[in-house]
């Protein structure tokens, strides 16, 4: 899994479509595969589930909510999940990042 994990994440990066990399490493003598970390101090994820509730508490559509945020990186996420068959997109699986010192 980790071998497909670290392809997939150069296919995309190939096609030039914004991802978080998964790159080869050794943990405790076994194989795996990381990725950096995509927060810190002044950056925060929150995860589509989180805004899908906060759209449905406000009346507001949820495609029509993501997609005026984040138009190209959605339809980017799309297209990256169609190549390589994933299975595993689910509202707590992506999200937005934000800057959490101007949120």
Known sequence: ESNLEVMESNLID???IV???YY?????????CKCPCMTNDTVSI???GVIESWCNRKGKNFLS???NVDKEHFYQMCVADYLISNSDRHSRNWGFLYDTATT
């Not at 080869?24 to 795996?32: F, L, Q, S």
Request: with cysteine; charged share 25%; aromatic share 14%.
């Open 14 to 16: 190939n096609l030039n």
């Open 19 to 21: 991802l978080v990399p």
């Open 24 to 32: 080869y490493a050794e943990e405790d003598g076994d194989y795996c």
């Open 46 to 48: 929150v995860d589509s």
């Open 65 to 67: 909510y993501i997609l």
